[in-house]
T-cell receptor
């Protein structure tokens, strides 16, 4: 069966520091991968998605970037964190194609101080 | 401009009664809809989906109704249980492809014993 791993679960980082969040998927190949953010009191905002290695689409211009160095690995990064980057970050995967929803990871609570 | 709206930020229901969570959308191109449940500090989990060729889909205690003319869908939980207390997200897409999903802001359901 497919599983998705996301770490760390919580992270406290100072303003201006770099960020690297990692997500891996097991039990499937060539998944579509996504990074979402849930800001306090708001819904889920799609940040990036990837349909293949090295293919990244950005939905929202921001201080973040994403990379997909391997088929089942998706990384969210920042060179310099801002206070506004605080939030709950979720990685997700889907089968691709019509009618497949997402399976989400357990999330990372990022607090920028 | 929110394409997917969940106008009730919160809802309280007595255990054993029916919970009705509502979702409205503005884009008539949306043809596939999902509901997710999210507990604090966890990733959302898939509950139930419906495509626009149907007006109802049922899975155990969960039923989703779709009214295309009103651009409205609702999730019914019968009977409600304390373990159903969570935030519920409605999501809509055109084509059902993962990157096209738009999430609503969520409704926090509290089921009171």
């Amino acid at each position: 069966s497919q599983t998705i791993h996301q770490w760390p679960a919580t992270l406290v980082q100072p303003v201006g520091s770099p960020l690297s969040l990692e997500c891996t998927v097991e039990g499937t190949s060539n998944p579509n991968l996504y990074w979402y953010r849930q800001a306090a009191g708001r819904g889920l905002q799609l940040l990036f998605y990837s349909v293949g290695i090295g293919q990244i689409s950005s939905e929202v211009p921001q201080n973040l970037s994403a990379s997909r160095p391997q088929d089942r690995q998706f990384i969210l990064s920042s060179k310099k964190l801002l206070l506004s980057d605080s939030g709950f970050y979720l990685c997700a995967w889907s089968q691709g194609g019509y009618g497949y929803g997402y399976t989400f990871g357990s999330g990372t609570r990022l607090t920028v101080v | 401009d929110q394409q997917v709206k969940q106008n009730s930020p919160s809802l309280s229901v007595q255990e054993g009664r029916i919970s009705i969570l509502n979702c409205d959308y503005t884009n008539s191109m949306f043809d596939y809809f999902l509901w997710y449940k999210k507990y604090p500090a966890e990733g959302p989990t898939f509950l139930i989906s419906i495509s626009s060729i149907k007006d109802k889909n049922e899975d155990g205690r969960f039923t989703v109704f779709l009214n295309k003319s009103a651009k409205h869908l609702s999730l019914h939980i019968v009977p409600s249980q304390p373990g159903d207390s969570a935030v519920y997200f409605c999501a809509a897409s055109f084509g059902g492809y993962g990157q096209n999903f738009v999430f609503g802001p969520g409704t926090r359901l509290s089921v009171l014993p």
